[in-house]
């Protein structure tokens, strides 16, 4: 019985282990068959994206195509213009060896002309250096030049002013003159009348002066000779003093008379008179002191008798300090 239960038993361990193998034998292959169905689909998938791959790897292919035969056109045209780059550049490697060359003997001919040079260089330099001496001398003399002709310009100018006055001056000279010649032509009688006849303008210290706001005193001097017995005698003489329009110098008491030029009466105005006793030869003088001064011009000294002209003078005045 024992035995029967052991067999019993070990029959129920065999079929347990085969249901077990069973069970584990359908999950292998349920799990095989999942993986072959997981397997169908992922390569169902990559024949599909290979296959999409596949079209755009044709079409992109076509466009390589087409590229690639551009490139080669192209390389076809830079070889050529390679190959005249070359060409030309050996021409320039030539130029440049050339140029190189003649630079270098440029340079050379240079390094001698200014070793050969230097000297006349540095006497250059000195000469430059008296120029720029000499120029700076002869701006300072054109500028000292320039300031003489301003002064000049202003003298000339003052001379110009002066002139016009000389001019009119002359003019009354020239009418004194001739007023003094024809009256010298008209005197009374031929052997009545003054020579060495002499008219001084003097200053305060009895020196002759011949500038005008200077003059103190008129001096006056002339000889009578061969006088007429007739003739001889007391006689009043007339100092007459006028400007070259004819007028009388200012006097406090002028004195009026009569006389005869060319037989005619004629009034006189003298600033001095006096008597004298006429003899034979003899040497007579007048001195007037001055009341005002005398502005520069002509003046005509003369003098008279009752009788007539004996002489008369004209001298210039100038401008004190100009002349």
Same mark, same amino acid.
């Given at each position: 019985?024992?035995?029967?239960?052991?067999?019993?038993?070990?029959?129920?361990?065999?079929?347990?282990?085969?249901?077990?193998?069973?069970?584990?034998?359908?999950?292998?292959?349920?799990?095989?068959?999942?993986?072959?169905?997981?397997?169908?689909?992922? #390569?169902?998938?990559?024949?599909?994206?290979?296959?999409?791959?596949?079209?755009?790897?044709?079409?992109?292919?076509?466009?390589?195509?087409?590229?690639?035969?551009?490139?080669?056109?192209?390389?076809?045209?830079?070889?050529?213009?390679?190959?005249?780059?070359?060409?030309?550049?050996?021409?320039?490697?030539?130029?440049?060896?050339?140029?190189?060359?003649?630079?270098?003997?440029?340079?050379?001919?240079?390094?001698?002309?200014?070793?050969?040079?230097?000297?006349?260089?540095?006497?250059?330099?000195?000469?430059?250096?008296?120029?720029?001496?000499?120029?700076?001398?002869?701006?300072?003399?054109?500028?000292?030049?320039?300031?003489?002709?301003?002064?000049?310009?202003?003298?000339?100018?003052?001379?110009?002013?002066?002139?016009?006055?000389?001019?009119?001056?002359?003019?009354?000279?020239?009418?004194?003159?001739?007023?003094?010649? #024809?009256?010298?032509?008209?005197?009374?009688?031929?052997?009545?009348?003054?020579?060495?006849?002499?008219? #001084?303008?003097?200053?305060?210290?009895?020196?002759?002066?011949?500038?005008?706001?200077?003059?103190?005193?008129?001096?006056?001097?002339?000889?009578?000779?061969?006088?007429?017995? #007739?003739?001889?005698?007391?006689?009043?003489?007339?100092?007459?003093?006028?400007?070259?329009?004819?007028?009388?110098?200012?006097?406090?008491?002028?004195?009026?008379?009569?006389?005869?030029?060319?037989?005619?009466?004629?009034?006189?105005?003298?600033?001095?008179?006096?008597?004298?006793?006429?003899?034979?030869?003899?040497?007579?003088?007048?001195?007037?002191?001055?009341?005002?001064?005398?502005?520069?011009?002509?003046?005509?000294?003369?003098?008279?008798?009752?009788?007539?002209?004996?002489?008369?003078?004209?001298?210039?005045?100038?401008?004190?300090?100009?002349?």
């Amino acid at each position: 019985m024992d035995q029967n239960k052991s067999n019993t038993g070990a029959g129920q361990n065999k079929n347990e282990n085969q249901r077990k193998g069973l069970i584990i034998a359908v999950a292998v292959l349920a799990v095989l068959l999942i993986a072959a169905a997981i397997w169908a689909f992922s #390569e169902k998938s990559q024949k599909e994206e290979l296959q999409s791959e596949k079209v755009e790897l044709e079409g992109t292919v076509d466009e390589l195509e087409i590229l690639r035969e551009d490139l080669i056109a192209e390389v076809d045209s830079l070889q050529g213009e390679y190959s005249m780059l070359a060409e030309t550049n050996g021409e320039l490697q030539g130029d440049l060896a050339q140029a190189q060359e003649t630079i270098a003997q440029k340079e050379a001919a240079l390094r001698n002309i200014k070793a050969r040079n230097a000297s006349e260089i540095n006497s250059l330099r000195a000469e430059i250096k008296q120029l720029m001496a000499l120029k700076d001398d002869l701006q300072g003399n054109i500028q000292n030049l320039q300031a003489e002709n301003d002064s000049l310009r202003t003298a000339m100018g003052v001379l110009a002013s002066d002139l016009d006055a000389s001019k009119e001056e002359i003019e009354q000279l020239n009418n004194i003159r001739q007023t003094i010649e #024809e009256e010298n032509e008209q005197l009374t009688l031929e052997n009545f009348k003054a020579s060495a006849f002499q008219v #001084e303008f003097e200053k305060g210290n009895d020196k002759v002066t011949s500038k005008a706001r200077k003059v103190r005193t008129v001096r006056t001097s002339f000889d009578l000779t061969g006088v007429p017995e #007739e003739f001889q005698g007391t006689r009043t003489l007339y100092l007459t003093i006028t400007d070259g329009q004819g007028n009388p110098i200012e006097a406090t008491n002028p004195i009026t008379a009569k006389t005869v030029v060319n037989n005619k009466e004629m009034d006189i105005i003298a600033v001095k008179a006096k008597d004298v006793d006429i003899t034979k030869d003899q040497r007579l003088s007048f001195a007037y002191d001055l009341e005002e001064k005398l502005d520069p011009g002509y003046y005509r000294v003369a003098i008279y008798t009752d009788i007539g002209l004996l002489g008369a003078s004209s001298m210039r005045l100038r401008k004190g300090g100009l002349f």
